[in-house]
Nanobody
Framework: VQLQACGGGLVQAGGSLRLSCAASGRILSNYAMAWFRQAPGKAREFVSSISPSGISTSPTNSMKGRFTVSRDNAEGTVHLQMLSLKPEDTAIYYC????????????????????WGQGTQVTVSS
């Protein structure tokens, strides 16, 4: 599976961004997908994940209620809608994939995923 993330950029605090991750090479509907992020000097942090059937996990902590993951298996894409962005959301955002059963939404550890996109930078200014 090859993953290509896009949609990052510079946005002011309170703004929104929609990240996309396009998958090629395999049938996306057989994979759980996840978003992680990594800020400078910090460990890679789990954002949210979604099962092949579309069951998603609630984003962690400060992202809850602001970030939503979705997928379109027919188009081979996964999205991360980010609302009310804060400066602390500044990071490189990565999409990841791993084979999964239909309703399994994957783990929250980076080691749970075998395939990674190259990352897209999100910068939120105050």
């Amino acid at each position: 599976v090859q993953l290509q993330a896009c949609g990052g950029g510079l946005v002011q605090a309170g703004g929104s961004l929609r990240l996309s991750c396009a998958a090629s090479g395999r049938i996306l509907s057989n994979y759980a997908m996840a978003w992680f992020r990594q800020a400078p000097g910090k460990a890679r942090e789990f954002v949210s994940s979604i099962s092949p059937s579309g069951i998603s996990t609630s984003p962690t902590n400060s992202m809850k209620g602001r970030f939503t993951v979705s997928r379109d298996n027919a188009e081979g894409t996964v999205h991360l809608q980010m609302l009310s962005l804060k400066p602390e959301d500044t990071a490189i955002y990565y999409c990841a994939a791993n084979p999964a059963s239909y309703h399994y939404y994957g783990g929250s550890n980076p080691t749970d995923y075998d395939y990674w996109g190259q990352g897209t930078q999100v910068t939120v200014s105050s």
